[in-house]
Nanobody, 125 residues
Framework: QLHLVESGGGLVQPGGSLRLSCAASGFTLDGYAIGWFRQAPGKEREGVSCIRTSGVSRDFVDSVKGRFSISRDNAKNTVYLQMNSLKPEDTAVYYC??????????????????WGQGTQVTVSS
């Protein structure tokens, strides 16, 4: 199993920004599609964004389009999720996950075999 570590979460006021990082160890990310998922209390884990090995990305949640941006820096073996104009409804634990690059992106968590431990994002005044 691949080892992924998320960081960058925290408490932020509505309208603020955070940048989440997903760092890989023991393997190189450039051969994997990476997805960001989130799970709010009492809700299902949902796919937020995904980036292919080519750098092409997709957003799966309409409410984050134009506010969230996923990117990857293969030299740093890290994928980022830049979150701007945060809203209280963005509050959740955010996870990154990896799947083999040839398989491409998916919003389905079952499609991903390796997961990080998650990082809490709380948007509140």
């Amino acid at each position: 199993q691949l080892h992924l570590v998320e960081s960058g979460g925290g408490l932020v006021q509505p309208g603020g920004s955070l940048r989440l990082s997903c760092a890989a160890s023991g393997f190189t990310l450039d051969g994997y599609a990476i997805g960001w998922f989130r799970q709010a209390p009492g809700k299902e884990r949902e796919g937020v964004s995904c980036i292919r090995t080519s750098g092409v990305s997709r957003d799966f949640v309409d409410s984050v389009k134009g506010r969230f941006s996923i990117s990857r820096d293969n030299a740093k073996n890290t994928v980022y999720l830049q979150m701007n104009s945060l809203k209280p409804e963005d509050t959740a634990v955010y996870y990154c996950a990896a799947r083999r690059g040839l398989l491409g992106c998916s919003a389905d968590r079952i499609a991903f075999s390796s997961w990080g431990q998650g990082t809490q994002v709380t948007v509140s005044s």
